[in-house]
């Protein structure tokens, strides 16, 4: 810390006691230590053990309007360090470490420096926008020991790995870790898949080898492969980092690593499962920054975005969002939670485990461990006085129920289901044992939703529109419409021919007709007639839309939505 951020901030201590980190006492001893020995006050709570570095840069942070990055968490990108030399790194106690599109972020004691941001700036030429975060300086030391004089590459990595002896003794050890190739290479590999975007990691053992897959806009893609005999080891350091026991490799297990990539906090759900050629590690990426966007940035499109936000302005009912796993669905609820959370309001929920941690919203999660399931925990929390109830998954009678009881006692309920469509909601719950007259009256709306590829705007083609295409989008013949695109592939889009991903909803409102028909138990034809009378618009009409406007391709909407029902129609 330096005397800088004292001057921005002279009354830390009085902060600290508000935000409940320190207590009075403990402020009223590092005074008097100050003045026996001056020094920054934090230096001397951190020194006393009353508070650790990062809770200090926090509210540092926090108070002056700064990001701050906790770095004994964080994983350097290599192309960052590689863009200032280790001399220069230490001589400004600076750590370069994120380096994305033409932006370098680097942690610094005191983000003020001016001296020594225009100094980095005349060394990356003025070409770079730099971009500060408030970091300890001890971590900061110890980071530039860590992160630089070491090989931080995939490529790199996987080389040393494949030329070198590994010490498979010293790969949990506290000291040293990073000059441990496979501690670097399980690093690199996960901020490689944060980079790039990807939702899931997978560690698949063969017979003979191992292969590195990513999930990417909801593909895998095979990144690399390695011989088999490095997998114990790499088995060894994800268990270590997750929490699990590194003995147990015939059961399946659970845990969690939190990281800080590319300058954030990134979380990963780890699942082990035992199969013929070893244990099986699939790492779910749990990036906040990514997977909480606002209602508005959902792309639902005007109309189906006001018919959402007037569901949601009913005090009392229950809203779901349906769709196959990796859809989106947790997303768009949070997404509705965020514009919901207000301290006016009690927002409870109950997730098979939570996901992102949002402040102000009561998180807990059911797991068998702690014998709290969904049904018995909605009627725990129905005691907590809420508001607004989340509840992961309906997976059962149980569940249903409760959650039922709960938008019958004026409660607002939001849940998912697994289903094909928005009106697959109805039979699915009469099916689990709901019945009609409940249904009738307490389901506010659904949201059936899918997730497809956006085609890469640098290299996407031109594609005549036939017989069959015309048939399948429902282009009318008097429509002047000759061309739709399609997939190519570059070296932006890494010849995938796609890049991103766009939201297909359809949202589906219910009003005292539709619950008419639900009540005695109606034909889905009759819901579905009744539901285009006043407008709703399916998952084959929003696909066609994004055909149509050029954002995506026929084949990639084929794939996640059946449009064969308008070859029957037609």
Known sequence: MTTTLLKKQPRLGEILI?????????????????????????????????????????????????????LSLAVADSEAVSKIPKEMARRLQVLPINFTGNTLTIAMADVFNVVALDQINAYLGGRVEVIPVLAGEAEIEKSIDQFYGFELSVDGILHEIETGEIDYQSLDAETGEYSQPVVRLVNALLSDAVKRGASDVHFEPEEGFLRFRYRIDGVLRQIRSLHKNYWSAIAVRLKVMSGMDIAETRAPQDGRISLSLSGRRVDFRVSTLPTVHGENIVLRVLDRQKGIVSLDDLNLGAENLNLLKLMVARPEGIILVTGPTGSGKTTTLYSILNYLNDEAVNIMTLEDPVEYPTTMIRQTSASESTR????????????????????????????????????????????????????????RLLDIGVK?????????????????????????????????????????????????????????????????????????????EMDDIIARRGTARELMRMALSRGFNPLAEAGSARVLDGSTSLEEVSRVVDLTSRLKQA
Do not use: W
């Open 372 to 427: 709290l399931d969904f049904a018995n925990g909605i009627r725990s929390m129905m005691r907590q006085d809420p508001d607004i109830i989340l509840v992961g998954e309906i997976r059962d009678e149980d569940t249903a129920s409760m959650a039922f009881r709960a938008a019958m006692t004026g409660h607002q309920v939001f849940s998912t289901l697994h289903t094909n469509s928005a009106l697959g909601a109805i039979p």
């Open 18 to 70: 508000q935000k409940g980190v320190t207590t009075t006492d403990q402020i009223d001893i590092a005074l008097t230590e100050q003045k026996r020995k001056p020094d920054y006050l934090g230096k001397i709570l951190v020194r006393l053990g009353f508070a650790t570095e990062a809770i200090i840069n926090d509210v540092i942070g926090g108070v002056i309007g700064q990001e701050s990055v906790d």
């Open 436 to 512: 009609p007259d409940i249904l009738a009256g307490n389901i506010i709306g659904v949201i059936g939703q899918r997730l497809i590829r956006k085609l890469c705007s640098h290299c996407k083609a031109p594609q005549e529109i036939g017989d069959l295409e015309r048939t399948l989008l429902g282009i009318k013949s008097t429509d002047r419409q000759k061309s739709i695109f399609r997939a190519k592939g570059c070296r932006i889009c890494e010849n995938q021919g796609y890049k991103g991903r766009i939201a297909l909803m359809e949202v589906l409102r219910f009003d005292h």
